[in-house]
């Protein structure tokens, strides 16, 4: 999470965008809900509302409650 805090120092974004269901875009989340910043996660439809085959689909529910 300290690497991700040094984007956060460079600027204040207006918006961070992280594609996917993977515990990076958790952290990101996480990350950007302790800083206050807005965040929009993009779930190709692929992805959506299919049948959990990957544990990375799990980590959208984290990433959901975050923002």
Same mark, same amino acid.
């Given at each position: 999470? =300290?690497? $991700?805090? =040094?984007? !956060?120092? $460079?600027?204040?974004?207006? &918006?961070?965008?992280?594609?996917?269901?993977?515990?990076?875009?958790?952290?990101?989340?996480?990350?950007? !809900?302790? *800083?206050?910043? @807005? $965040?929009?996660? &993009? &779930?190709?439809?692929?992805?959506? *509302?299919?049948?959990? *085959? !990957?544990p990375? &689909?799990?980590?959208?529910? @984290?990433?959901?409650?975050?923002?």
């Amino acid at each position: 999470m =300290s690497g $991700l805090d =040094s984007y !956060f120092s $460079l600027g204040k974004p207006d &918006v961070v965008i992280v594609r996917g269901d993977t515990t990076t875009s958790t952290a990101w989340a996480i990350a950007c !809900f302790y *800083h206050g910043e @807005p $965040l929009i996660q &993009v &779930v190709p439809a692929s992805e959506d *509302h299919q049948p959990n *085959h !990957f544990p990375a &689909v799990d980590a959208r529910a @984290p990433a959901e409650q975050a923002c």
